[in-house]
């Protein structure tokens, strides 16, 4: 969305979000859910018993601690997590136009980042049973799919948007098959991906109308270990050769042949695979389906308890704060890689 500064000063900012919602090409449920949140804040604000009322012009961090505390025992946690992401958007862009001075939502979602599961209670799986579940996979397309979903931990829609631009991979054979250049961002740092955070549905990124949107704070630059090297260089093997002058990493090897996969192909994949373990059910909830979002959840669970470091999981999943994120940028080669290569579980051996 815009930074650019405005000097508007709407009676009601919430329609003024909304609306822009509509012309950065939102959809009508994401405006209706937005909608849904905002209106139930402002609603708070206005019909508070106790201290004075306000208008979310007004609002402190006190305040949106107070919303956030009322919603507990009404709502999941991971309800609260979605509703207190809403609002984080809706101050962090009326910051960024000018419209509001601040955002009193940030040091609310930075404690909570701490207390609050924003996932339901889910199906566990070990490392041992996710490498059964590897193992079981065949197809070089759905090997690299799922692996490079589970050693990243990025969104499915993240996945999707990855062109030939955005790995490095220190390889000869796959230097001489491919004529794209890695990004600038990994002229220095070899065998790494590079997650963006600004392509979104719709529009045009590197030549190609986006299916899919990133939903990253920031680029992220995450190492590929040589488990993940290695189904990334089988898979480019096979890689039929795209039409699209993005050169998407990963297109259909049936049915639109050479396309850009979209995420309803990679959930339909990891579906299928899942089911044949007995972890997926046609009308399952998240507590007991396997998605491409669990391997999320399965990443960063397993990754943060090995190595005990919030701050690098964080960074590698694209969701800290700029000064956070600043500090792993800048030390990328010593400490996230290294980090991540001495703490990252194998699915392919023995680890």
Known sequence: MSSTATNDDPDDPIAYFLEDL????KTERTREAYGRVL???????????????ATPAEATHRDCMAWVHSLRGTVADSTIASYAAYLHRFYAYMTQVGVFEANPMTLVVEEMDETIEKDPARREIGVDRMRSFVSGIHHPLDRA?????LKTGMRVGELCNLDLRDI???????????????????DTRPDSLYVDSDPSRGTVVNGEER????????PTVIPIDDELKTELKRWLAVRPDSQSTAEPLFVYTVGDWGDRLTPRAVRNVVSDHAREMGWYRTGGDASENVTPHYFR????THLRER???????????GDVADDIIDTYTHN????????????????????
């Open 22 to 25: 509509t012309f950065h090409g």
């Open 39 to 53: 209106r139930r804040f402002e609603s708070f604000l206005a019909d508070r018993t106790a201290g004075s009322t």
């Open 145 to 149: 799919l799922i692996v490079t979903l």
């Open 168 to 186: 490095a991979l220190d390889d000869s054979a796959v230097a001489a098959a491919f004529e794209t250049d890695p990004r600038p961002q990994l």
């Open 211 to 218: 299916t899919a949107s990133n939903k990253r704070k920031r």
């Open 297 to 300: 959840h399965f990443f960063t």
């Open 307 to 317: 190595t005990g470091d919030r701050g690098i999981v964080k960074y590698l999943r």
């Open 332 to 351: 990328w080669g010593d400490q996230v890689r290294e980090t991540y290569e001495a703490n990252i579980y194998t699915l392919t051996g023995r680890q």
